[in-house]
């Protein structure tokens, strides 16, 4: 199965696709930005439905939780999967293509729709009137070769026969996650700045906290009016998702910034060096204003899933930038 996305997405909602993709099979493979291929042969088995079916379940989930509507490809080959995807017309669809099909749906089709010939490789093909994948499944491979080179050449003429022995190999995105915010204007309020980065720290917990992930590191990057930037990372003692934790380190981020009389267009606060919630060590804590905190975190958690992320958030955050 290849997965692509309407648009270029936000890291992290590319992050939460790639986690539907989890959810249908173990075997998934980032292609960012925009992109994933998933190995089905098991999960067919597994959920007793054809490819076609778990392409819709996909859609549908997609769609309802995220509101991205995807295309999925679907074929024998990582090549006929591309293609397919790439054939989709409008936001969102699910094409399959049969083993038994490939050639004479690939047939027709023009060279520049096939995955892997580029724009400068289809005009050479052209130039020399191969100008659908059927001429060019017919033409020796050695003069294919000629023609775009000899790996090119190889790999084109293998891939016009249907012919793609690559396998699907998992591939998670570099283990970090970010948030931003752009001022609607060019900020010098040190309130106002300070209210958007807590609100950002909040989000950032929340949504790690949400894939069950916490971050070993916060990076602060900062944009100005002039168009320079300003950027800072700073270690956490402990890996961490929750708010209490980030906050502190965060705010010292921007105090080591000294922005004085800089004029603020947007600031980005990304978690890195990322693991899984599992991993983290719970320490048994006798620090009750600590604890209660927690609870409260987990009860603000529940009320956002129930009614939005925006549903419940602190005071100070409500402070708007003029």
Not at 3 to 9: I, M
Not at 277 to 290: L, N, T
């Amino acid at each position: 199965m290849h997965v692509r996305c309407p648009d270029r997405l936000p890291e992290d909602v590319y992050r939460q696709v790639l986690e539907q993709l989890a959810e249908l099979s173990p075997v998934v493979q980032a292609l960012p930005p925009t992109a994933a291929l998933v190995e089905l042969k098991g999960s067919l088995r597994y959920h007793g439905v054809d490819g076609r079916r778990l392409g819709e379940v996909l859609r549908v989930r997609t769609i309802s939780r995220l509101g991205v509507d995807v295309r999925v490809g679907i074929g024998p080959t990582v090549t006929v999967a591309a293609t397919a995807s790439g054939q989709i017309t409008g936001p969102g669809g699910v094409l399959a293509v049969g083993p038994g099909q490939v050639a004479d749906w690939l047939g027709p089709l023009p060279v520049e729709a096939l995955h892997g010939i580029g724009p400068r490789q289809a005009q050479t093909l052209r130039d020399y009137g191969v100008h659908c994948v059927s001429l060019l499944a017919a033409v020796p491979p050695a003069t294919v070769q000629r023609l775009l080179g000899g790996r090119a050449g190889r790999q084109a003429a293998d891939r016009a026969r249907g012919i793609d022995p690559r396998p699907v190999a998992p591939r998670a995105l570099p283990a970090s996650a970010s948030v931003s915010r752009t001022f609607p204007r060019h900020t010098l309020d040190g309130a106002a700045v300070r209210a958007a980065l807590l609100d950002l720290v909040v989000t950032l917990a929340h949504q790690l906290r949400g894939r069950g992930q916490a971050a070993r590191g916060l990076t602060l990057s900062l944009r100005f009016a002039t168009g320079a930037t300003w950027e800072k990372t700073r270690r956490l003692p402990e890996a961490s998702a929750h708010d209490d934790d980030l906050r502190t380190p965060a705010y010292r981020l921007i105090d080591a910034a000294g922005l004085q009389r800089g004029r603020l267009t947007g600031i980005t606060l990304k978690g890195e060096d990322l693991i899984a919630a599992g991993q983290v060590a719970e320490q048994i804590s006798f620090d009750g204003v600590r604890e209660a905190r927690l609870v409260a975190e987990e009860v603000s958690d529940r009320i956002r899933a129930k009614f939005g992320p925006g549903a419940i958030r602190p005071a100070t955050t409500l402070l708007r930038v003029s």
